[in-house]
C-alpha cells in the first residue's frame, strides 16, 4: 500500500484550514485556546531538541527528518515503488526509533516523576540557591588547599565584567565544584600558576593573569598573590580568594581592601553576603549607579594605563 503523502492539498486546505478560521470567526474565543496550544506545543518541541542537540540522538534524528521528507516527496510525485519501500522503512522505523531511544525515553519518563521534571524541561533552580551552592563548594575547595599549604587565587566576578582579565587565561565554561579547583592548583600543573575566574556560575578561565597593586600601604611580606587580588578588587567588584602558599592562610580582597587569616565559617559569611545577600536583595537602582561608579573609574584607569604606555614608546 502506497503512502499518498501527495495528498489533494487544495481539498485539506478548504476542509481543515479553512473550516477552522470559520470556526474561530464564529468562536472568538477559540483563539485563545489556539495560542495555548500553540506555545505549549513548540515549548516542547524546543526541550525536546534542546535535550537531544548533541548527543547521538541528534544525528538519528536528522536521519529520520530526511526520510520523512523523501517519503512525502516520493508520494506527491507518485514515485510508486520507491513510496513503497520508503513507507516500509517507516512502519518498521517506529519500532527502531523505540529501541534506538530507549535509554533517552527511560530517562525522560523517571524524570516526569520525579523533582528534576524542571531540569527536563531546562528550567535552572533559583539562581540565588545556585550562586549559594558554588560558593559553599569554593569554601570546600579553599579549605582543601588551606590544609595541604597550596596557593590559590580564585576571583569571584559580579556585576562589573572583566572578560579583558578572563580572556588572558585557559577558557574552561565547566561546573564549579571543589575538587576541580584543587586540581586545578595542584603544584607543577598547566593551569596552577594564575587565577581562576568565577563568571555566572562557571569557572570561565584558569591561569589567568591579574593586575598588580602599586599601593604603597600595602604590608611589604604579602606576595605578588595578594598584589594581584587587591588590583583586581580595586578595579572591579570582584571578590577574590587568596590560599598563601607559605602559611596556608585563607585571605578576601574586597573593594581594594585585604581580610587576613579567615576562618571557614567567616569566610562563608562574607562570600554570601557579598556575593549572594548583595546581588539578590539591594535594591536595583542602588546597584546600577554603584556599577556604573566602578565601571567610570575602572575606564579611567584603562585610559591612564594606555597613555602611560603610549608615552614610553615615544
Known sequence: ?????????ENFFKDNILGYIKTLQENPFELITLIIDLAIVIFLVYCFFRVVKG???????????????????????????LNWILAGIMNLGVIAVIVIFQ????????????????????????????????????VIAAQELSKTKTGALIVIERDIQIQDIISTGIPMNAEVSPQLLVNIFEPKTPLHDGAVIISGNKI?????????????????????????????????????????????KISVAKDGTLIADLREDVLKKILISNVVTKRFTVEKKERINAVKKLKE????TSQEVKEENKEDKE
Open 1 to 9: 500500500m502506497v503512502i499518498n503523502l501527495g495528498m489533494n492539498w
Open 55 to 81: 548527543s547521538r540522538a541528534w544525528q538519528l534524528i536528522k536521519g529520520i527528518a530526511l526520510l520523512i521528507i523523501a517519503t512525502w516527496v516520493s508520494g506527491l510525485f507518485n514515485l510508486r515503488i
Open 103 to 138: 535509554p533517552e525515553l527511560r530517562r525522560g519518563l523517571e524524570q516526569l516523576g520525579t523533582n528534576k521534571l524542571t531540569k527536563f524541561f531546562g528550567i535552572d533552580k533559583d539562581l540565588a540557591t545556585k550562586t549559594k551552592e558554588d560558593i559553599y563548594k569554593v
Open 204 to 248: 570561565a578561565s584558569a591561569a589567568c593573569v591579574l593586575p598588580l597593586s602599586d599601593d604603597n600601604d600595602i604590608a611589604k611580606e604579602l606576595g605578588t598573590r595578594h598584589r594581584a587580588a587587591i588590583g583586581i578588587s580595586k578595579e572591579s567588584d570582584s571578590i577574590v580568594i587568596i590560599v598563601s602558599e607559605e602559611t596556608g
Open 297 to 300: 573609574k575602572r575606564k579611567e
